[in-house]
């Protein structure tokens, strides 16, 4: 059975900072591709940010510079630490993995987070 966990959303005022995390099991996490997506209301799901299997990351422009995305492959864990939060970025935000060589994909049940001051 295949579970993608995230943890550490919250309510957090402007400018202040988060973590989450995303803990996976059931899959073969080396060979996904990790992201983290984020759907705000009356919006649709968009991605945030991505990590291949080899550590590379890309970013949306609106978050670059702020966000950083990281994996631990022994851990089978993928974190997103999001600093200088705006009110804007208030959404569920959601884990996904992608299967590199194949077309499977999974998605956590999302985690929210509330920037207000």
């Known amino acids: 059975q295949v579970q993608l966990v995230e943890s550490g959303g919250g309510l957090v005022q402007p400018g202040g900072s988060l973590r989450l995390s995303c803990a996976a099991s059931?899959?073969?996490?080396?060979?996904?591709?990790m992201g983290w997506y984020r759907q705000a209301p009356g919006k649709p799901r968009e991605l945030v940010a991505r990590?291949?299997?080899?550590?590379?990351?890309n970013y949306v422009d609106p978050v670059k510079g702020r966000f950083t995305i990281s994996r631990d492959n022994a851990k089978n864990t993928v974190d997103l630490q999001m600093n200088s939060l705006k009110l804007e970025d208030t959404a569920v935000y959601y884990c996904?993995?992608?299967?590199?060589?194949?077309?499977?994909?999974?998605w956590g049940q999302g985690t929210q987070v509330t920037v207000s001051s």
């Open positions: 996904n993995a992608g299967q590199v060589l194949g077309t499977k994909e999974y």
């Open positions: 059931g899959i073969n996490f080396s060979a996904y591709a």
């Open positions: 990590i291949t299997i080899g550590g590379r990351t």
